[in-house]
């Protein structure tokens, strides 16, 4: 079946630094786009990066770009996102999510990321 | 960037009775690009709905999705204990960016 998890957050002070990953399973990853979508405490969702199936494309938010750098790996069916100059706003719930038409059919479980002094 | 505006922001409703979620875009927007979304506390948002009225795998018949262009809804007839969550609109627009309506809480009332 299928199965993604995320991995990698955590507590980081402002201004720094996180990579998430998310490893896949139960399907052939290098098929499908793959997205971030975040969620911060008690509130609602906001997708922000996507990586095409081949990397050849990448999107982001604006909230995100140029701080954040969403990359993938179709040998080890991981994406990763790379989080640089990290903000308190940033705080949230990150789940991966894999791309199928203009939809998410499937999610991970997410991880927690707290941007905090 | 589209915004979409969910109503009610609560819905408050007994097992049994029928529930209608709306769902409202600033501009026109593709059915194709339209999905609904259910979340369970503490955990991660389902696929409901995608294409505006195409059910997911697996999602019962009791949820149902509607609309065209600007309005959009998401019924559910006959709830049942498991259907009390927080449901989601999203769309896909040609700037390339996804959105997601703010919420609609289901609970029992």
């Known amino acids: 079946q299928v199965q993604l998890v995320e991995s990698g957050g955590g507590l980081v002070k402002p201004g720094g630094s996180l990579r998430l990953s998310c490893a896949a399973s139960g399907f052939t990853f290098s098929d499908y786009y793959m997205n971030w979508i975040r969620q911060a405490p008690g509130k609602g969702l906001q997708w922000f990066s996507y990586?095409?199936?081949?990397?050849?494309?990448?999107k982001y938010a604006d909230s995100v770009k140029g701080r954040f750098t969403v990359s993938r790996d179709n040998a080890k069916n991981s994406v990763y996102l790379q989080m640089n100059n990290l903000r308190a706003e940033d705080t949230a719930v990150y789940y991966c999510?894999?791309?199928?038409?203009?939809?998410?059919?499937?999610w991970g479980q997410g991880t927690l990321v707290t941007v905090s002094s | 960037e589209i915004v979409l505006t969910q109503s009610p922001g609560t819905l408050s409703l007994s097992p049994g009775e029928r529930a209608t979620l709306s769902c409202r875009a600033s501009q026109s927007i593709s059915s194709g690009y339209f999905a609904w979304y259910q979340q369970k506390p503490g955990q991660a948002p389902r696929l409901l709905i995608y294409?505006?009225?195409n059910r997911a795998t697996g999602v019962p018949d009791r949820f149902s999705g509607s609309g065209s262009g600007t309005d959009f809804t998401l019924t559910i007839t006959r709830l049942e204990p498991e259907d009390f969550a927080v449901y989601y609109c999203q769309q896909y627009d040609s700037s390339l960016l996804y959105t997601f309506g703010q919420g609609t809480k289901l609970e029992i009332k």
């Open positions: 294409g505006a009225s």
């Open positions: 999510a894999r791309g199928v038409g203009r939809n998410f059919d499937y």
């Open positions: 990586v095409s199936s081949t990397s050849a494309y990448t």
